[in-house]
């Protein structure tokens, strides 16, 4: 009796459906800049600092908790914040330093033997009043 309600089910309602055997498919294209990568390393940055400012607030909450057990009162620096309340350290100095380069203006590309394109470069990094978009995108001397 219980296998035929089974295959009942089955014939009114098949365990393959049709309906949902789509094939989806997705393209993308990605351009690498100068700006594009210099993002990429601040989201980098960011993410390391994160990550620090989260293992300092744990190492705090730990030592007050085991001084809280052995009762100690807890002796530990307040966690600060290591985007805006500290000097910047290494991370720090990275983090902004990527991130202005990735809001700087990009440079006209220049193309190996057209004197054209050089010559637009120059014109480029003569009008930039930002010293580091012009050093992002120095020229070779070659």
Not at 20 to 28: C, D, G, K, L, Q
Not at 32 to 45: E, K, Q, R
Not at 113 to 118: A, I, K, M, V, W
Request: proline fraction near 8%.
């Amino acid at each position: 009796m219980l296998a035929a309600e089974a295959r009942a089910i089955r014939r009114k309602h098949p365990v393959y459906n049709k309906q949902h055997n789509i094939r989806v498919e997705v393209s993308a294209e990605v351009e690498l800049s100068g700006n594009g990568i210099a993002a990429m390393l601040a989201m980098v940055f960011d993410s390391a600092m994160l990550v620090k400012w989260g293992a300092d607030a744990y190492a705090v909450r730990r030592t007050h908790t085991l001084a809280e057990r052995q009762g100690i009162e807890p002796e530990s620096p307040k966690v600060s914040c290591p985007f805006t309340e500290e000097r910047p350290g290494t991370l720090g100095k990275l983090f902004w330093t990527t991130l202005a380069l990735a809001y700087a203006p990009p440079p006209p590309p220049i193309v190996l033997g057209d004197q054209e394109s050089y010559a637009a470069f120059l014109v480029w990094q003569k009008e930039q009043k930002d010293p580091i978009a012009t050093l992002w995108a120095q020229p070779s001397e070659n």
